[in-house]
DNA sequence: ACCTCATCGAACCGATCAGTACCATGTGTG
DNA sequence: CACACATGGTACTGATCGGTTCGATGAGGT
């Protein structure tokens, strides 16, 4: 048998109780805004377990931001391949999914970015850095898929309407979703970009 | 007389250096990252002097964030007013101020934003949004100039890569400057913005 | 000379923090 | 049944936190 079987004392689920509940915790009163008793309460679990399980707070930070990305980068990478095979629509699917997560109750900004942000030192600013290496990526493919003059430099201007639009809906006021201006003037660049038609 | 003119015994001198010596260790550290005492050590200064100025840590935060949208606003509109009359040339000087920023040794981001991400309560939050409220009205001042369709739009359009490229040139690792990236992709959109030539 | 006021330095308070240790409990496996 | 192990609960440590209080010092204006 390859894995546990059995439902209740399994350390893998209690595992990943944890990083639930701490994922959520720390996206809603900040990385040092919640501490480990706190966060053992939410679980209902004992500091002993959450220590053997994550060794410190700081390696619990880590394993929540490294799953966070992972889930964020696959989540966005599927909106864009529903969107089908053509550059601008794919691209627009982006938008469109960040417009809903923007839209979400209790959204509060980029997870990651936040993290980076408030810890200057350790892991977060890292990973922070992978995740935006991924999320880069996946632009720079469609810049690609586009013919883009540059794709690297395309998507590197992408992306900032992506940081941005994510930065702007949490912070600033606005009638209108920032991810849905983001979508025009990603599409102008995406257009603008692209030499011959 | 109306204000003092000693120079030793005199308490707005004694606030300004509080207020001066908070804001780089509040940039530097997070503002959940240095403490009151520390603060004190820094300046030379007794808690009770601190307290009497600015009744409570949240206070200072106050006062801090406050005293640094001022000066970079004033400051990104001075970097704008010396670029001349031509709104292209206004925006792209924007642009290169914020690639100077950038590249200062020990950058770390925008202050404000990097206050409002880490306390989700208190008056962070609000001074970041007038923050971006007084970085978009420059913004749309830019893109009226220039006889946008929708100055409104293509202002928040802009604002996300004034954000965006002060988060990847935090964040991101990249050979070349964001804000370069950024001016270019912004000169795009304000040529695509307006309607005739 | 006098008084006022800003200040420093230090002690102090209660609360909270990350992290550790110990013990009783329960489950799964042999 | 017996053993190993993951766990919850509780108590504890040493440090740091924001904030308050008190007394000594010294400068400025009258």
Redesign the pocket.
Same mark, same amino acid.
């Not at 060794?55 to 700081?58: A, E, I, L, R, Y």
């Given at each position: 048998m390859p894995v546990? !079987?059995?439902?209740?004392?399994?350390?893998a689920?209690?595992?990943a109780a944890i990083l639930e509940a701490a994922t959520a915790a720390f996206y809603d009163h900040g990385l040092?805004g919640?501490?480990?008793?706190?966060l053992?309460?939410r679980?209902?679990?004992? !500091?002993?377990?959450?220590?053997?399980?994550f060794?410190?707070?700081?390696g619990l930070i880590e394993a929540v931001l490294e799953a966070r990305s992972d889930k964020v980068t696959r989540w966005l990478r599927a909106a864009a391949d529903s969107a089908g095979p053509d550059p601008a629509d794919r691209l627009a699917a982006v938008f469109d999914a960040l417009a809903g997560w923007h839209g979400e109750p209790g959204f509060r900004g980029c997870a990651l970015v936040n993290a980076a942000t408030q810890h200057h030192e350790g892991p977060a600013r890292a990973v922070a850095a992978r995740h935006l290496d991924r999320r880069l990526a996946l632009l720079e493919d469609i810049a690609t898929l586009a013919g883009a003059r540059d794709p690297g430099v395309l998507a590197r201007q992408l992306l900032m309407l992506v940081s941005g639009s994510t930065t702007a809906a949490d912070l600033h006021p606005g009638s209108e979703p920032a991810a849905r201006h983001a979508r025009e003037a990603a599409l102008t660049l995406l257009a603008a970009a692209v030499p011959a038609r």
């Open positions: 546990a !079987k059995g439902t209740s004392l399994d350390p689920r209690t595992r040092d919640v501490g480990v008793a706190n053992c309460s679980t209902g679990v004992s !500091k002993e377990t959450l220590y053997r399980h060794g410190s707070k700081q």
